[in-house]
């Protein structure tokens, strides 16, 4: 049974029920939702500073597997950045020394990425692993870089190795004839002409040998003369190597090749003779370097044996008579 208020009525000096409005009741009735109300969102605020929500806690897990792979990586990143030193440093110190090239310069692999502006999107998120995210953003970014660098490093040092490849293919590295089948019968130097009958300087190396004998190319290279001209030289040939070089065949009987012909090192190209301005049938050879003139004897590095070397390089020493 519902509790009855009484009020003490001035005029019957009674007590009399107190009777009350409809608008105090329904003002009566919000204040008691109003006081439910704000009571459940004080118990909800309690609950939830000490109690994640399904979510929140699916929320966390999964931040924590985030935060979890970021740190494998970041590790990954630095074994990386490990082995990257490495293949620095064996660039720099083993293939650049190979090709005769300088070190790339600290400067260069460790140049900066732009700073942190480069990720002012991500830090206008306060994250809450913001530190975290940047230093591993940034490691990123310089590896990126430093095998970006690393990379055009390595299509260099190819492009000489090709280069290189083609060079060593192309100098002069071979007797043109063979020595079983000759002899060297005059070097390079100041030599007694048989025909002028003074002495001039020899700018080749002469090797006596039957009419008809084999001649070959002593580096890969065009052809860029056939002469069958009655000049001292005889009819000869001339080979442009590239790289500087060039080298020089007289006193043929006949040809192998044709001009704009490119040919092998060791290609048979012409057979000696005895053509031109010759005592007897050899073969004068010569070698230009950067339109120079040198001793091709440093040149016969291949096919011979170090004997048979020395024993080239004491014949060419001698001031006898050119053929």
């Keep these: 049974m519902p509790k009855v208020k009484y009020y003490y009525n001035t005029e019957t000096c009674k007590?009399?029920?107190?009777?009350?409005?409809?608008?105090?009741i329904i003002m009566d009735g919000l204040?008691?939702?109003?006081?439910?109300?704000?009571g459940a969102v004080c118990i909800l605020v309690i609950y939830l500073s000490y109690y994640d929500s399904p979510n929140e806690k699916l929320l966390r897990k999964g931040n924590e597997k985030l935060v979890f792979r970021l740190k494998m990586l970041d590790k990954e990143m630095g074994q990386m950045d490990r082995l990257l030193g490495k293949l620095q440093n064996?660039?720099?110190?083993?293939?650049r020394t190979i090709f005769e090239q300088e070190p790339i310069a600290s400067s260069i692999r460790t140049a900066g990425i732009g700073g942190s502006r480069r990720y002012q999107s991500l830090i206008e998120q306060n994250l809450?692993?913001?530190?975290?995210?940047l230093k591993s953003l940034t490691k990123f970014d310089q590896l990126k870089r430093q095998m970006y660098i690393q990379t055009k490093s390595y299509d260099e040092l190819l492009s000489l190795a090709r280069r290189q490849h083609m060079m060593l293919a192309s100098i002069p590295a071979i007797t043109p004839i063979s020595l079983k089948q000759s002899y060297l019968s005059s070097g390079f130097g100041m030599r007694f002409h048989p025909i002028h009958r003074i002495k001039k300087m020899h700018t080749g190396i002469d090797f006596g040998a039957r009419v008809g004998t084999p001649i070959y190319?002593?580096?890969?290279?065009?052809?860029t003369k056939v002469s069958t001209r009655f000049t001292g030289a005889g009819k000869n040939i001339e080979i442009d190597h590239g790289f500087g070089f060039k080298t020089k065949?007289?006193?043929?009987?006949?040809?192998?090749?044709k001009v704009g012909q490119r040919v092998k090192r060791g290609e048979l190209i012409a057979y000696s003779g005895n053509t031109g301005t010759s005592?007897?049938?050899?073969?004068?050879?010569?070698?230009?370097?950067?339109?120079?003139?040198?001793n091709p004897i440093h040149y016969f590095y291949r096919d011979i044996s170090d004997k048979e070397f020395e024993q080239l390089v004491k014949l060419a020493s001698i001031e006898n008579s050119s053929m």
Excluded: C, M, Q, W
């Design 15 to 24: 007590y009399e029920p107190l009777k009350k409005s409809t608008a105090h």
């Design 31 to 38: 204040l008691y939702i109003s006081l439910i109300l704000i």
């Design 90 to 95: 064996r660039d720099d110190k083993v293939y």
């Design 128 to 133: 809450e692993s913001e530190e975290f995210l």
């Design 217 to 223: 190319a002593t580096g890969a290279g065009k052809v």
């Design 249 to 257: 065949y007289f006193h043929l009987s006949e040809f192998n090749v």
């Design 279 to 294: 005592s007897g049938p050899h073969l004068h050879y010569e070698v230009v370097k950067n339109r120079k003139k040198v």
